[in-house]
């Protein structure tokens, strides 16, 4: 017994497959489940999560439909991976965010911060608000540090909180000790091959699409995505660093590090998401789950908005425009990071863990354990 009927849908699926084996070659998918001979729960949402959806599989299968056994692996596994972000989020009660419009609440959220810190400097001198601001600490006139540090302190450390309790959640499921978590060479593996996408090269043509001609372009476009994101990170930590230990204010000059990351990432933030976006709609419908592209379209557009509204500032920030500019760029970052939890941010946390999984019984294999 199962405990949704998605679940009892993948454990038909990769028992036929596990008796056929025809895409062994494709994905870690296959080579995961040959090595189990029945599948509980928390092996088909370990299957779902390691699954990167790029339909090669669908393609391939002599049993697709209009076949009798009706194998569908890419969408079986992809509402079933949906399943799994629900039931590991935390607050359970938030769960249900995952099924709703996300790109309105995002919004809402969004433009609601935004209008507080507007509502913030006007109240403390509308002057400040709508003036002209340069040089070091410009920013912190609209908003002192310490506020806008504890308003984005918290919010991240929240997502940070949720995501943790919700790893820890897929890695019980699972049935993993957490000392695998930790293993160097399982660990390096899985982020080699997260790092490259590996498993999104649809057995090395590309992933599939309606035109049925495979291409590499959403794994180019994730990559810009994934890159971008993590340049603006790294941007926001550098300043964070040169804020408290050598008491440098921003906004920085063009040529100072955390604008130069931020820049490149905020470029790849345009770039990526614009080409996901592209590339939904471009995808075979048999393939994906019409129920969660409010999810994905909502984590594409927040994104989008925080590169375009990060640039915005960078390219604006002398001149009167740069109060509003700097409200609505926070309004975004602070949306991103409260949905990070339940949104399609978290496909990410738990596909690189079970890849870590993946490598680690690759590695048991190996050494004959
Ligand atoms: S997806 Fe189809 S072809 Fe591939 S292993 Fe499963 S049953 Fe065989
Ligand atoms: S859709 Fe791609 S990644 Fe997923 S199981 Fe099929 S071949 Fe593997």
């Given at each position: 017994?199962?405990?949704?009927?998605?679940?009892?849908?993948?454990?038909?699926?990769?028992?036929?497959?596990?008796?056929?084996?025809?895409?062994?070659?494709?994905?870690?998918?296959?080579?995961?489940?040959?090595?189990?001979?029945?599948?509980?729960?928390?092996?088909?949402?370990?299957?779902?999560?390691?699954?990167?959806?790029?339909?090669?599989?669908?393609?391939?299968?002599?049993?697709?439909?209009?076949?009798?056994?009706?194998?569908?692996?890419?969408?079986?596994?992809?509402?079933?991976?949906?399943?799994?972000?629900?039931?590991?989020?935390?607050?359970?009660?938030?769960?249900?965010?995952?099924?709703?419009?996300?790109?309105?609440?995002?919004?809402?959220?969004?433009?609601?911060?935004?209008?507080?810190?507007?509502?913030?400097?006007?109240?403390?001198?509308?002057?400040?608000?709508?003036?002209?601001?340069?040089?070091?600490?410009?920013?912190?006139?609209?908003?002192?540090?310490?506020?806008?540090?504890?308003?984005?302190?918290?919010?991240?450390?929240?997502?940070?909180?949720?995501?943790?309790?919700?790893?820890?959640?897929?890695?019980?499921?699972?049935?993993?000790?957490?000392?695998?978590?930790?293993?160097?060479?399982?660990?390096?593996?899985?982020?080699?091959?997260?790092?490259?996408?590996r498993y999104l090269d649809g057995g090395g043509v590309g992933c599939v699409n309606a035109d049925e001609r495979p291409g590499d372009r959403r794994r180019l476009f994730h990559?810009?995505?994934?890159?971008?994101?993590?340049?603006?990170?790294?941007?926001?930590?550098?300043?964070?660093?040169?804020?408290?230990?050598?008491?440098?204010?921003?906004?920085?000059?063009?040529?100072?590090?955390?604008?130069?990351?931020?820049?490149?990432?905020?470029?790849?933030?345009?770039?990526?998401?614009?080409?996901?976006?592209?590339?939904?709609?471009?995808?075979?419908?048999?393939?994906?789950?019409?129920?969660?592209?409010?999810?994905?379209?909502?984590?594409?557009?927040?994104?989008?908005?925080?590169?375009?509204?990060?640039?915005?500032?960078?390219?604006?920030?002398?001149?009167?425009?740069?109060?509003?500019?700097?409200?609505?760029?926070?309004?975004?970052?602070?949306?991103?990071?409260?949905?990070?939890?339940?949104?399609?941010?978290?496909?990410?946390?738990?596909?690189?863990?079970?890849?870590?999984?993946?490598?680690?019984?690759?590695?048991?294999?190996?050494?004959?354990?």
């Amino acid at each position: 017994m199962h405990g949704t009927r998605i679940l009892a849908e993948a454990d038909r699926l990769m028992t036929v497959c596990n008796s056929c084996r025809y895409c062994e070659g494709l994905c870690a998918v296959f080579p995961a489940m040959e090595m189990r001979r029945s599948f509980e729960d928390g092996d088909l949402n370990y299957l779902a999560n390691l699954c990167h959806a790029c339909g090669a599989c669908y393609t391939d299968c002599q049993f697709s439909p209009p076949h009798e056994y009706n194998v569908n692996v890419p969408k079986t596994l992809s509402i079933a991976r949906a399943g799994s972000y629900a039931a590991y989020a935390w607050p359970r009660a938030l769960s249900g965010a995952f099924a709703r419009n996300g790109l309105v609440i995002a919004l809402t959220a969004s433009l609601s911060v935004a209008a507080f810190v507007i509502g913030f400097a006007a109240f403390n001198d509308t002057a400040m608000l709508l003036g002209r601001h340069s040089g070091p600490g410009a920013f912190y006139r609209l908003m002192p540090h310490n506020a806008m540090a504890a308003l984005f302190g918290a919010a991240l450390l929240y997502a940070f909180i949720a995501l943790a309790v919700g790893l820890r959640a897929f890695w019980r499921d699972i049935g993993e000790p957490a000392r695998t978590l930790a293993e160097p060479a399982s660990l390096w593996q899985a982020i080699r091959d997260a790092g490259q996408l590996r498993y999104l090269d649809g057995g090395g043509v590309g992933c599939v699409n309606a035109d049925e001609r495979p291409g590499d372009r959403r794994r180019l476009f994730h990559h810009f995505t994934f890159y971008g994101f993590a340049l603006c990170f790294a941007a926001t930590s550098v300043a964070t660093l040169y804020h408290y230990l050598l008491a440098r204010e921003a906004p920085y000059p063009w040529w100072d590090l955390p604008v130069l990351l931020g820049t490149l990432g905020g470029v790849g933030l345009l770039i990526g998401p614009v080409g996901l976006w592209v590339e939904k709609s471009r995808r075979d419908k048999a393939l994906v789950d019409a129920d969660q592209a409010g999810m994905e379209r909502a984590f594409i557009a927040m994104l989008f908005l925080t590169g375009l509204s990060g640039l915005a500032l960078l390219l604006w920030r002398e001149t009167a425009a740069i109060g509003v500019l700097l409200a609505l760029h926070l309004g975004f970052v602070f949306a991103l990071f409260i949905t990070l939890p339940y949104g399609k941010f978290v496909h990410g946390l738990y596909r690189f863990a079970a890849l870590v999984r993946y490598a680690h019984e690759r590695k048991m294999m190996a050494d004959g354990a």
